[in-house]
């Protein structure tokens, strides 16, 4: 049975940071594109970062803000954020890509998904 589960999210003020982890069971994560996403109240969800191979992807608004690393041993795929905006405030979840692709890095493209994670940005 397929599982991934997210954690790390909290309540941070702008321009902090916090670290995101995805820890699959079931599946290995090395073996698939896994990205990250996140979903505001009364927003569409929105692809923010995958990892693979070779090189990650980063969507525009996270890029040179975000990290994403992958632990094999751990089976674990982190999400590092850094200089934290009111604005991304958001549901964070991790998942699997069912293309062998990270992109396109939109809902459809990926299977398994977790619970998610709270993230919230304020002062």
């Known amino acids: 049975q397929v599982q991934l589960v997210e954690s790390g999210g ?9 670290s995101l982890s995805c820890e699959a069971s079931g599946l290995t994560l090395a073996d698939y594109p896994i990205g990250w996403f996140r979903q ?8 923010l970062s995958c990892i693979y191979s070779i090189r990650p992807y980063y969507a525009n608004s996270v890029k040179g803000r975000f990290t ?5 041993v751990k089976n674990t795929v982190h999400l590092q954020m850094n200089s934290l905006k009111p604005e991304d405030t958001a549901v964070y979840y991790c998942a699997r890509s ?3 692709s990270c ?21």
């Open 10 to 18: 909290g309540l941070v003020q702008p321009g902090g940071s916090l």
């Open 40 to 47: 505001a109240p009364g927003k569409e969800r929105e692809g």
């Open 68 to 72: 994403i690393s992958r632990d094999n």
């Open 98 to 100: 069912r293309t062998g």
């Open 103 to 123: 992109l396109p890095l939109i809902d459809y493209n990926y299977d398994y998904w977790g619970q998610g994670t709270q993230v919230t940005v304020s002062s």
